[in-house]
């Protein structure tokens, strides 16, 4: 049974951090591509950021050089780091393993507000 299990999110305000994590089970972990997704209300599902098995990155304009996504084959796990946040950041984060099939977390809620 495949699981991704995201943690880490919350309420922080303008310019503050937020660290998420991707705990994965089930799945060969260093076989897949892994990517961090997000939703805001109302709006489509756009992608963050990317790291592929082999760990190289790729980011969405909107968050070049303020996030930063990792992964730690040993632990199964990957995160994103969240810096300089701001409100248009806020919405449900998913975390998604890709290698022929897509596995998806169950989304873990990033609001930025003073």
């Known amino acids: 049974q495949v699981q991704l299990v995201e943690s880490g999110g919350g309420l922080v305000q303008p310019g503050g951090s937020l660290r998420l994590s991707c705990a994965a089970s089930?799945?060969?972990?260093?076989?897949?591509?892994m990517a961090w997704y997000r939703q805001a209300p109302g709006k489509q599902r756009e992608l963050v950021a990317t790291?592929?098995?082999?760990?190289?990155?790729n980011y969405a304009d909107s968050v070049k050089g303020r996030f930063s996504i990792s992964r730690d084959n040993d632990k199964k796990m990957a995160s994103l780091q969240m810096n300089s946040l701001k409100p248009e950041d806020t919405a449900v984060y998913y975390c998604?393993?890709?290698?022929?099939?897509?596995?998806w977390g169950q989304g873990t809620q990033v609001t930025v507000s003073s």
């Open positions: 998604n393993a890709n290698f022929h099939i897509d596995y």
């Open positions: 089930g799945i060969i972990f260093r076989f897949y591509d």
């Open positions: 790291i592929t098995s082999d760990g190289r990155t």
